[in-house]
T-cell receptor, first 115, second 116 residues
Framework: GAVVSQHPSRVICKSGTSVKIECRSL??????MFWYRQFPKKSLMLMAT?????????EQGVEKDKFLINHASLTLSTLTVTSAHPEDSSFYIC???????????FGPGTRLTVL | AQSVAQPEDQVNVAEGNPLTVKCTYS??????LFWYVQYPNRGLQFLLK??????LVKGSYGFEAEFNKSQTSFHLKKPSALVSDSALYFC??????????????FGQGTTLQVKP
């Protein structure tokens, strides 16, 4: 199946700093990618839909200015957590659908810890 | 509105016994249905999907699931559980309507504990 990578896999930062997480589709093109947030032993919460060449679509309750999403190419989407606070600590997962939108391929996740 | 329910937070089963993880869904039109497994601090691994065709779907690692349209269910099953099957399992649904972007709605997850 198709492969989606995320970088970094783990990041620790101080409060107030910004952190960028990359999501790449390695062997296929993705005009759409999805960003999820997951709390311990909880379900995945869809944060936003990343659209190549246009603005991301955010789910209700997700702060656009807090979680900046850029889909600069057909294989790369980035999520930047701006002015991070401890409550932003979480596991962030991205995914990309196949060309027919029948299936999604998930990245391995990024563990963010804000001190 | 689309939704997925996994009624059990945790399922406990002895190794070698059959296991079932339940999932029911609500979606407009015909659904795409998926099961994923997650190990600690890892991303989601695909197990199986129902798009169309046979109601009984066979997937990875000996898992299978049965699509039941009348009961709007898609329960995950395995005839003989292994300790290594212990993980967090997610059921997910996507609408098959036109304009579908592939957005998945997830159930809340069920922790499977298989004891030796």
């Amino acid at each position: 199946g198709a492969v989606v990578s995320q970088h970094p896999s783990r990041v620790i930062c101080k409060s107030g700093t910004s952190v960028k997480i990359e999501c790449r589709s390695l062997d296929f093109q993705a005009t759409t990618m999805f960003w999820y947030r997951q709390f311990p032993k909880k379900s995945l919460m869809l944060m936003a839909t990343s659209n190549e060449g246009s603005k991301a679509t955010y789910e209700q309750g997700v702060e656009k200015d807090k979680f900046l999403i850029n889909h600069a190419s057909l294989t790369l989407s980035t999520l930047t957590v701006t002015s991070a606070h401890p409550e932003d600590s979480s596991f962030y997962i991205c995914s990309a659908p196949d060309q027919h939108y029948n299936e999604q391929f998930f990245g391995p996740g990024t563990r963010l810890t804000v001190l | 509105a689309q939704s997925v329910a996994q009624p059990e937070d945790q399922v406990n089963v002895a190794e070698g016994n059959p296991l079932t993880v339940k999932c029911t869904y609500s979606v407009s039109g015909n659904p795409y249905l998926f099961w994923y497994v997650q190990y600690p601090n890892r991303g989601l691994q695909f197990l199986l999907k129902y798009i169309t065709g046979d109601n009984l779907v066979k997937g990875s690692y000996g898992f299978e699931a049965e699509f039941n349209k009348s009961q709007t269910s898609f329960h995950l099953k395995k005839p003989s559980a292994l300790v290594s099957d212990s993980a967090l399992y997610f059921c997910a649904v996507s609408s098959r309507r036109a304009g579908n972007t592939g957005k998945l709605i997830f159930g809340q997850g069920t922790t499977l504990q298989v004891k030796p």
